[in-house]
């Protein structure tokens, strides 16, 4: 009786990794395809605000991709697929394009974006060609670097890769300016912050959302707002959902925030509409 259920045990799991399988080569497929000219692939837009007039600072793309079957598929997940697929090169240079294009679209109807903040992957920066694919997109696209800013998560820090530092260093050679992503979930970067050519730091929203509750993040927010400060970064809060967060990290003088408060991550098009409607009102925030 034990060998029929170890039978039917197996049975099951090879049925689920065939099923996973399946997946994957589908995800395979489509990514190709959606990075080609088959579409699919969209970048939302999040707005970065002054913390004490509620200006527009910038805006934050953020990766879609609206599977035909399955549906939204996580960004993180879209990434790791495409690291796993040898396509993540080319999904890093696709974003990169459509955040340039559409920042230029903005920049042709007279819609005040001050810059674009693009995300990359560990993998992106291991790219020599990296640079000099920046420097010509922004020549096509007829931008300034200071119209464009990576992201790129603290993560990358953590065993930084000698390649990782020279691309980053000539990343902001160009002008363009660099951002270290999730800061405070890493643990090493203390020590390579000053190495590294980073104008921004950007509060992982984990500590954000804790501030309510938490003394532990409230301490650790006002610690990351200080060495910002003190290393002349900006730093910007990332997932503020409350007033009581706000009102926090501003007090605290955090420059700039983020979150589903302000905005939700939106369309090109809803951002502009976003962007008329509070121009129109012309009503910043409270203080
Ligand atoms: P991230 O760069 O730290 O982006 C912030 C994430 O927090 C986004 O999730 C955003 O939608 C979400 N968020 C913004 N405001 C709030 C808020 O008030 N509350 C909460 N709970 N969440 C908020 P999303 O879009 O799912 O992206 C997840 C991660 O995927 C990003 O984290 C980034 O690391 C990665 N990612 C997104 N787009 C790209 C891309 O184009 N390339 C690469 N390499 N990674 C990307
Ligand atoms: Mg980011
Ligand atoms: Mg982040
Ligand atoms: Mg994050």
């Not at 004490?52 to 910038?58: N, S």
């Not at 879609?64 to 549906?71: V, Y």
């Not at 959302?209 to 409230?218: K, T």
């Amino acid at each position: 009786q034990a060998k029929t259920q170890e039978r039917g045990g197996f049975r099951f799991f090879s049925a689920e990794l065939n099923r996973a399988a399946h997946e994957r080569a589908m995800l395979e497929t489509d990514l190709r395809a959606a990075l080609g000219a088959g579409g699919g692939l969209q970048l939302h837009y999040q707005p970065q605000v002054a913390s004490t007039d509620g200006l527009l600072q910038g805006v934050e793309a953020l990766l879609r991709w609206n599977h035909p079957t399955l549906g939204a598929v996580p960004p993180l997940r879209l990434v790791a697929l495409a690291e796993e697929c040898g396509l993540i090169r080319q999904l890093g240079q696709w974003v990169l394009d459509r955040a340039c294009r559409e920042m230029a679209g903005w920049r042709r109807r007279g819609v005040r974006v001050p810059h674009v903040a693009v995300n990359l992957s560990a993998s992106n920066f291991l790219d020599t060609a990296l640079p000099e694919f920046i420097g010509q997109l922004l020549e096509r696209h007829g931008l300034a670097p200071v119209d464009l800013t990576v992201e790129m998560t603290e993560g990358v820090m953590l065993n930084p890769d000698p390649l990782v530092l020279a691309t980053v260093q000539a990343v902001h050679a160009l002008g363009v300016q660099v951002s270290l992503d999730d800061f405070g979930t890493g643990y090493s970067s203390l020590s390579h912050l000053h190495r590294l050519p980073i104008r921004e730091l950007k509060l992982d929203k984990s500590f954000v959302q804790d501030i309510e509750h938490d003394e532990m993040a409230r301490a650790l927010t006002v610690s990351v707002l200080r060495i910002g400060k003190s290393l002349g970064m900006t730093v910007v809060a990332e997932g503020v959902e409350t007033e009581a967060q706000r009102h926090f990290v501003a007090g605290e003088g955090c420059p700039v925030m983020q979150g589903y408060l302000i905005s939700r991550p939106v369309p090109a098009d809803e951002l502009e509409a976003w962007i008329e409607e509070r121009s129109a009102a012309a009503e910043p925030l409270p203080a």
